[in-house]
């Protein structure tokens, strides 16, 4: 199982987030963070309040926060949201055109299998992939200073 840089990117928005909580983070500052579209990082952050992840308060002050605490964010929750519909093998989705299909015995080890990625990431939370917060804090500011220099 590949994550899409989608749920990627989702992913190091809410890392970015518990390191720099409570203060909020722009998009744009993310964006510049990782060296990615802002554009693009606008939309994974839109999907992610959808979703009910972050908050996003508009203005001089806005940014982004959790809207709940890491420690109640399951990482497998996160990438079942966020993953765009792909699936490990095509007849998982709405293609059912495979010769084979009617008799594959492969799908049923490969559902098990997508599952069993998603139980695997259901053990942890924001919290614990983020226990490092002081050696993430310091590459995220090594990075911003890097960025404005």
Known sequence: ????????????????LVVRAPARVATSEIATLFGLSENHLSK???????????LSERGRNGGLTLARPPERILVG???RTMTRKEHVVECFGTNKSCLILPACGLRQPL???QEAFFATLDHYT??????????????????LA????
């Open 1 to 16: 199982m590949q994550l899409d840089k989608f749920t990627d990117y989702a992913l190091r928005i809410l890392i970015t």
């Open 44 to 54: 994974v952050s839109t999907q992610l309040v959808r979703e009910g992840f972050v």
């Open 77 to 79: 929750e996160v990438v």
């Open 111 to 113: 559902a098990e299998a």
């Open 126 to 143: 924001l919290a614990d992939v983020t226990q490092s917060r002081h050696s993430l804090g310091a590459l995220l500011n090594s990075q």
């Open 146 to 149: 890097k960025t404005q220099g």
